[in-house]
């Protein structure tokens, strides 16, 4: 999945819609309230906007407070993430369905925002971003025993 870049765009034609809606039905000050939070959650990605990048990467969800997230930066063209992918194949896999870890493959080419934001210096990246928000680090091997070691350790 990718992120989408103009999302305050794409919140405001939404708004719009809905402006036009209700237009009738709210005065103009509550309109703008609603405009002002509707903008603010976006941008704070409460609400997040996504669409699909390709068949590898995982289906959008809302991500839920009490879980953890298994990040993994990449670029296409990065040989060293080209050497991981069947790895990360299997790791996605054995945590498919997992009750409290949403698996999240990014690539970085597309979302230089997400790169500088979560400090991503070189590809492949491999983090987990708990539920409190903190980020753990992964600096192993790059093995799907390793990483599902690591992701078990951190999530108890």
Request: charge should be negative; proline fraction near 5%.
């Given at each position: 999945?990718?992120?989408?870049?103009?999302?305050?765009?794409?919140?405001?034609?939404?708004?719009?819609?809905?402006?036009?809606?209700?237009?009738?039905?709210?005065?103009?000050?509550?309109?703008?309230?609603?405009?002002?939070?509707?903008?603010?959650?976006?941008?704070?990605?409460?609400?997040?906007?996504?669409?699909?990048?390709?068949?590898?990467?995982?289906?959008?969800?809302?991500?839920?407070?009490?879980?953890?997230?298994?990040?993994?930066?990449?670029?296409?063209?990065?040989?060293?993430?080209?050497?991981?992918?069947?790895?990360?194949?299997?790791?996605?896999?054995?945590?498919?369905?997992?009750?409290?870890?949403?698996?999240?493959?990014?690539?970085?080419?597309?979302?230089?925002?997400?790169?500088?934001?979560?400090?991503?210096?070189?590809?492949?990246?491999?983090?987990?971003?708990?539920?409190?928000?903190?980020?753990?680090?992964?600096?192993?091997?790059r093995t799907q025993t390793a990483v599902i070691t690591f992701v078990q350790e951190v999530v108890g």
């Amino acid at each position: 999945m990718k992120l989408q870049s103009p999302k305050i765009i794409i919140s405001l034609i939404v708004f719009g819609l809905f402006a036009h809606v209700t237009r009738n039905k709210l005065s103009t000050a509550e309109l703008a309230i609603i405009a002002v939070v509707f903008m603010y959650l976006v941008a704070c990605n409460f609400i997040e906007l996504y669409e699909y990048d390709n068949d590898t990467d995982v289906a959008p969800q809302a991500r839920q407070p009490e879980k953890f997230t298994l990040l993994f930066f990449y670029s296409d063209s990065c040989g060293y993430c080209q050497e991981f992918k069947p790895e990360w194949e299997k790791i996605q896999a054995a945590l498919q369905g997992h009750p409290i870890v949403d698996v999240v493959a990014i690539d970085g080419a597309s979302n230089r925002e997400m790169v500088t934001n979560y400090n991503v210096a070189g590809f492949p990246t491999l983090m987990i971003q708990g539920p409190d928000g903190s980020i753990i680090p992964y600096n192993g091997q790059r093995t799907q025993t390793a990483v599902i070691t690591f992701v078990q350790e951190v999530v108890g």
